[in-house]
Each structure stands twice: as structure tokens, then as C-alpha cells.
């Protein structure tokens, strides 16, 4: 993405510098050597990794730098492979992320309320604290708070746009000015960026080599069963992530499934219209429900929905063989439901079944 001479003049620009931000003991890391890891080829026969040698061909284990899944998601994504981390889900980038970069019981992340809640439970695993800067009233990101919530031992900032479970994208001019001004490192997870209108930030990367975006596999691709997430971000921070990782992170059978679904970009973006055509027309029939208070924006394929007695509601929809998700209790979504975008069938039937109770 830049050379070094290009890196360096952008590091000292805004004081961002990785080891400023990396633990020690990852600085020092060696990682696990794996017999994949220290060959790469063809060959007659292979003795080195004290496999089985029968029940081929998954008495193999598969690469662990995933290079032909790389390179296509790169044609996909129009990002260099050096430039992209293939994990669990994106779960696993949050995690490693965090485990990299923040020293437990000592360094804290900033993340914005509500929003997605595997970087709090991330970060408490790692004993790492995690202050929440609330949202506007309309859910829009407040940039000067964000900074203030910072110190020194703030290393990591988390972001999610379009937000879960609030649905819409936040500011990008904001975004990125918390880029230019934090000298840590700022996550912006996109999982439901092919729904919205507003474009990727990945351009955005060769600028910024503090910043990392997170995708995913689960939702326009519909791959949510095969945990296959996304990071990508400089080559810096992309070499740290797979230093640390789990050499067989994803396994042959992900990594063959993943190659044949990546040829289907045309079928993913025919999903894709057919979802945002249906969240907007759920959007327009669920707002004449009269105990619906309002639909709130969304770039996602979900809405967040205000209803009167929206606990009662949802157990009503549990009877009825219908799963949405309570988010009553969180933080600026009082008494809301947030209803996934399903096929025309399945948002029929939950349509029906609210008419019901009228």
C-alpha cells in the first residue's frame, strides 16, 4: 500500500508509530513455525507434518496464510493479499486486535454506544477497559467526545459503520478526522457496508496506516456459517495480526467453500438488491402498524423498529414462531425491536403475524 519513506512521513505527520501502540512481548514474539508455514509447494510426498496419510485430501492441513483465498479476495475487494487478514469471523480480528495491542489490566479501548457487543466481551476477556462514549439522538458519531474519553493508554478505537444495531453509517468526514488526530489505532467494522449507499473506507487506507477495516463474509455473502471475516489494513498491522494467530486459523473446508462462493459476486449482488428493495418496503408497511413509533434509517439489512411494549411484542413473535431481537434495554434504543431483513416469505409471515395484533 506505501513504501517505507511514504509510511514513516505519514507516521511522524500525526504521531502514529505501531510499536508505540504494541506490546512488548508481541514486539519480541516468535511465532510457531508450522510445516506449512516453512514450505510452500509441490511435491511427491510430504513427511513433515506427521499427518495421517490417508482420507485425502483432509489429512492435510490446510495453508495457513490462505494464499489462494487471498488473492481472491483481493481481485474482489481490490486490495493487495499483503494488505489482508482472513480470520474466524471478525471476531477473531477484534480479538486479536486487542490481545496485540493492549497490555491487560493497564491500556483501554474507546468504543461508541450502542453498538456491536463482541468488543466489549473482547476486551473483557483480556482484562482491558472499555469507555463508551454515547451516541447522539441520532445516532451519529461525536468525534470531540470520542477524543476526550482518550489517554495515554487508549490504544485501540472501535467503530462500527453502518452501526449494529442502530443500522445507520456514521459521519465519514468525522470518521476520518479521528483518524488524522488519534495516535492509536481506529477500527472501523464494516460488516454491512454492501448494503448501504455510502462507499468503503478502504480507499482510505494508503493515508492512513492507523486505521484498520473489518468485513465480512456473514451478511451480503451469506456465508455466516462458515466464519470467514476480513481485516485489512497496512501491511504492519497485517503482519502482527498473523504473527499471533492460530497457525490454522481456517480450515480446508472453509477455504474450498470460501474459493467457490467468491465467483458468485453476481448472485451476492442480486441478494444484495433484493434485500435493500424489501428493508425499505418492511420499512414503509411496519411504520402504519399503529403501535409502531418509528423506523429508524438504515443502510444494513436490519431495522430498528420503536414500538409500544416492544418486550411484549417480542414474546408474542416467540409464540408465533418468529425470532427478531430485544434490544429494549440497550442504550438510546428504548423499547426497540431490531427485525433482520428476511425473504419476501419470511417478512410476510412476521408482517401478518403483527397485523394480528391489531
Known sequence: MTNSSDKNNSATSFGWGINKCLRKNIQNLKPYSSARSEYAGEAMVF??????????????????????????????????PENIFLGNGS??????????????????????????????????????????????????LDKSKVLAATSDNTKLIFLCSPNNPTGNSLNKEAMLELVSEFN?????????????????????????????????????????????GMAFADTEIINVLNKIKYPYNLNVLIQEKALELLDKKDTVQKWVSLIVAEREKMKQLLVELPFVVKVYPSDANFLLVQMHDATGIYNYLVEEGIIVRDRSKINLCNSCLRITIGSPDENTTLLNALKRLI
Open 184 to 228: 492509536g489505532i481506529v477500527i472501523v467494522d464494516e460488516a454491512y457496508i454492501d448494503f448501504a449507499p455510502e462507499k468503503t473506507l478502504m480507499a482510505e487506507l494508503k493515508s492512513c496506516p492507523n486505521m484498520v477495516i473489518l468485513q465480512t463474509f456473514s451478511k451480503a455473502w451469506g456465508m455466516a456459517g462458515l466464519r470467514l
Open 47 to 80: 513427511l513433515d507434518a506427521n499427518e495421517n496419510p490417508f482420507n485425502q485430501p483432509y489429512n492435510r492441513y490446510p495453508d495457513p496464510q490462505q494464499k489462494a483465498v487471498k488473492e481472491k479476495v483481493a481481485t474482489v475487494k481490490k486490495m493487495a
Open 91 to 140: 471476531d477473531e480480528a477484534i480479538d486479536l486486535l486487542i490481545r496485540a495491542f493492549c497490555e491487560p489490566g493497564v491500556d483501554n479501548i474507546v468504543t461508541i454506544a450502542p453498538t456491536y457487543g463482541m468488543y466489549q466481551v473482547a476486551a473483557d476477556v483480556s482484562d482491558i477497559e472499555v469507555r463508551q462514549v454515547a451516541l447522539t439522538d441520532d445516532f451519529q
